[in-house]
């Protein structure tokens, strides 16, 4: 019963997000619009995150390095080689495919904290990569005049044709993510995560479905990030640095690991809340904090994690006597100052 209301409540939250991204072009705010671009954008990357961490149980920071190769790769080839912009997406893609292939096959021996320090090592070494290698990437002056995307003489050089755009990826990720966890991928995946040594006994290819899922996982950052680019025109070392790795963990987190819907959640609380708060000037970081440090504990699962791991927020609070109780030690004290 339970799961049916957890279930009930996630389809219920999808379809106002739905109803929320169809009503937000018509209200006119240009802010709202771009806003919910980058949402959509980070979400997609969220979801393929949420496949590693929340469905397979690999903890893998890696994830700004394959969108580092998406956004580079399609500035680098539009920019310096002339290629069409749809051309260079799908070849920064085949990148990504490439690397998480490559590199998964040593990487994808370690197991849990090791795994974690390893691709964390890979994301400060890309970040520290794109600063550096100035003739390739610009350093931190970063690449601008990335070409729009194009379908015969539309253009998507106008922030609501890429919303429309943004959400319609993130839409087709989402059903990817859900049509893959209901698969028999997906179950393979959930034996990984629960335990390696049984799911091989069970006859799972265990680093097969352990390079699949990050495969599956890089290509779609790195066409998330090919479009992030292409809709900023511009890219930089700083999308890819340590604040962008933890913001991924903590929409991840804060949305629900292993949740549908979570991921949009998260994404849009990161990315929307603090623009919210943002007239608070001084105090805005520490109100936003606080809040966030809140959730944590209240719902360590996440807004749509588990429900039997929340915690009531009356357990958080220090227990105060209550007027009754302290009448009733009083008396007990005097009855026994009595006795002696």
């Not at 992030?228 to 890819?240: A, I, K, M, N, R």
């Amino acid at each position: 019963m339970v799961d049916f209301a957890h279930r009930r409540a996630e389809i219920a939250v999808l379809i106002l997000i739905m109803l929320g991204v169809l009503f937000v072009p018509f209200a006119g705010s240009r802010l709202a619009v771009y806003s919910l671009t980058i949402t959509a954008l980070y979400a997609a990357v969220v979801i393929s995150l949420n496949l590693l961490l929340g469905l397979a149980g690999q903890a893998s920071f890696a994830q700004t390095t394959f969108m580092a190769i998406g956004g580079y790769g399609s500035a680098l080839l539009t920019t310096r080689l002339g290629l069409d912009p749809w051309l260079a997406l799908i070849l920064a893609a085949i990148g990504a495919y490439l690397a998480a292939y490559l590199i998964g096959r040593p990487l994808l021996r370690l197991r849990g904290h090791y795994l974690s320090m390893a691709t964390f090592a890979l994301a400060l070494g890309t970040y520290a990569f794109a600063n550096a290698a100035t003739e390739l990437t610009n350093g931190t002056i970063g690449i601008s005049g990335v070409l729009p995307l194009g379908i015969g003489g539309f253009t998507f050089d106008t922030p609501l044709s890429f919303y429309i755009l943004s959400w319609v990826f993130c839409g087709l990720v989402l059903i990817t993510g859900l049509l893959l966890a209901n698969s028999h991928f997906g179950r393979a995946w959930r034996a990984l995560s629960t335990n390696t040594d049984i799911a091989a006994a069970l006859g799972i290819d265990v680093p097969r479905y352990r390079r699949l899922v990050l495969v599956i996982s890089a290509v779609i950052a790195s066409i998330a990030g090919s479009l992030y680019v292409e809709f900023t025109s511009f890219v930089g070392p700083d999308l890819y640095d340590i604040n962008i790795i933890i913001t991924l963990f903590l929409m991840l987190f804060v949305g629900g690991r292993g949740s549908t819907v979570g991921p949009i959640v998260g994404a849009g609380f990161l990315v929307i809340v603090p623009q919210l708060i943002s007239g608070l000037e001084r105090f805005q970081n520490l109100v936003f904090f606080s809040a966030l440090l809140v959730l944590i504990l209240v719902r360590p699962s996440g807004l749509f994690g588990p429900t039997h791991e929340s915690i009531p927020l009356r357990a958080l609070l220090p227990r105060l006597p209550s007027l009754s109780g302290i009448r009733s030690e009083e008396r007990r004290r005097t009855r026994g100052a009595g006795r002696q």
